[in-house]
């Protein structure tokens, strides 16, 4: 609680701070700090109130929600965003899995960003911190008995603090370095086409979320570490981080604040290569992005396996448009989670695939194969150009196939299959029905799970 109140009290000083400064008349022609265009290219970044748009060779800041006689915009001016997003689930399994019920799942987000090139003339320097408010039942946990969660909002009730870094960009971006409280969901293991999806194997990869202790340092969790992000040319970035490996368990760190950088508790450590095509200015090839990535983790064995006192794991993530619409106007739609750092979704509308492929060989892996892919239609509907249409599948593999009470095998695997549909209805509300349907939940003979819901997300 001590260190709770600590951090509330330095974003309160951070804040208090930056909105003293607001008198500060910036006269720089160019003082945006637009970072994840610099590292992701993937021409607009959605935010909750907002999204970048890049259009004839500048880059604009599109705003939705209410303005507040225009105080956000004279703070955005100024380099300081303060954003809110609740969404709301509810989810029902009329077949199959543990049992039958319906739950609801709530998630509230906010987030601070203070660019304090903007604010102060440092340049290439910024904070950020997120915070979460979490709400519900997770339905996988009471109703369908699978590891692919169902809702990828789904957690511990409890109010927690998942991000808070200080970042320092170099070279007119060309290098960066990250400090402080992080999670690695929100730039390893990213697939911009995926993010639609609701199901949490789209998200954060069960080769990786399974096989960490605790799921390692990704939503809901963050934990203290370092990121370094190079980018040599424009279609070429690596970026590695080390971390805290094991975040505790979300019951037992209810806040967020539990550190603990001791070789007991291990550490996770993560480097990805990603290639980009046909993402330049003016290209008229369809783009595509490609991620080489490798993780391990030295925490102990959970199994107390003294000869393997660590794990590791390889990845691969591919995102390619295949058709594109001529209108290349780039519009918001709202991001899985309401995550201002996670990728953006579908850039172009159109049709595009994706997949995610992982390796776990160690013993200690709970999964070690995993595979996903679908596809996702940006504008299918004429006068629709926000909404989102997605089909995808996930499988994963256990290491050990689970018995029964007999002591025969289980079948081993978790399947799940997804079909999503985002509305906009406003530029601040979207609606999302959902169906997944869950094949051997857990790898075991628990019966065959439908499952439906509906996701209202709303920004302020």
Do not use: C
Not at 131 to 142: K, N, P, R, T
Not at 225 to 252: C, H, K
Not at 377 to 390: A, E, M, S
């Amino acid at each position: 609680m001590k260190k709770l109140l600590l951090a509330l009290l330095v974003l309160g000083l951070v804040i208090g701070t930056s909105l003293t400064a607001l008198g500060y008349e910036d006269r720089r022609d160019h003082d945006w700090n637009d970072e994840y265009w610099h590292h992701h290219h993937y021409g607009y970044w959605h935010g909750e109130r907002g999204y970048w748009r890049y259009r004839d060779h500048k880059h604009e800041f599109i705003r939705v929600g209410p303005e507040l006689s225009g105080f956000r915009t004279r703070a955005a001016e100024r380099g300081i965003t303060l954003n809110t997003q609740y969404v709301a689930e509810v989810w029902g399994n009329p077949t199959g899995g543990v049992s039958s019920g319906t739950v609801y799942t709530g998630l509230m987000s906010l987030q601070g960003n203070v660019d304090l090139q903007k604010l102060l003339g440092w340049r290439g320097a910024s904070l950020s911190t997120r915070w979460y408010w979490l709400s519900g039942q997770d339905i996988s946990a009471e109703h369908v008995g699978n590891i692919f969660t169902v809702s990828n909002i789904a957690g511990f009730t409890t109010f927690r603090m998942n991000e808070l870094w200080f970042q320092q960009n170099f070279l007119s971006d060309r290098i960066s370095i990250r400090l402080g409280q992080l999670g690695a969901d929100s730039e390893f293991d990213l697939s911009t086409h995926s993010i639609v999806f609701l199901n949490g194997a789209f998200s954060w990869s069960p080769y990786l979320s399974t096989n960490i202790p605790n799921g390692g340092p990704a939503y809901p969790m963050g934990t203290p570490g370092i990121r370094l992000a190079l980018m040599p040319v424009d279609w070429l970035t690596y970026q590695g981080a080390i971390l805290q490996g094991n975040p505790f368990a979300q019951s037992v760190n209810r806040y967020g604040f539990r550190w603990d950088l001791g070789v007991s508790n291990g550490y996770f450590s993560i480097h990805e290569l990603n290639f980009r095509a046909n993402q330049e200015s003016g290209s008229s090839g369809l783009p595509g992005t490609f991620k080489i990535g490798s993780w391990f983790d030295t925490a102990p064995d959970a199994n107390g396996n003294s000869a393997e006192p660590w794990n590791y794991g390889f990845y691969f993530v591919a995102d390619q448009m295949l058709y594109r619409i001529a209108d290349s106007d780039f519009a918001p739609v709202t991001d899985n989670k309401g995550q201002q750092t996670t990728a953006a979704s579908p850039t172009n509308k159109g049709l595009g695939i994706f997949t995610h492929i992982g390796f776990s060989p160690q013993t200690p892996s709970f999964i070690n194969f995993y595979i996903d892919g679908g596809l996702t239609y940006k504008g299918l509907i004429p006068t629709r150009d926000n909404d989102v249409l997605g089909v995808a599948f996930a499988y994963g593999h256990l290491s050990n196939n689970p018995q029964d009470n007999e002591g025969r095998s289980n079948p081993g695997y978790e399947i799940v299959l997804e079909a999503t549909y985002q509305i906009e209805v406003v530029s601040w509300l979207s609606l999302q029905p959902d169906l997944q349907y869950v094949i051997h939940p857990s790898g075991t003979n628990i019966a065959n799970a439908l499952v439906l819901g509906v996701r209202t997300t709303v920004s302020f």
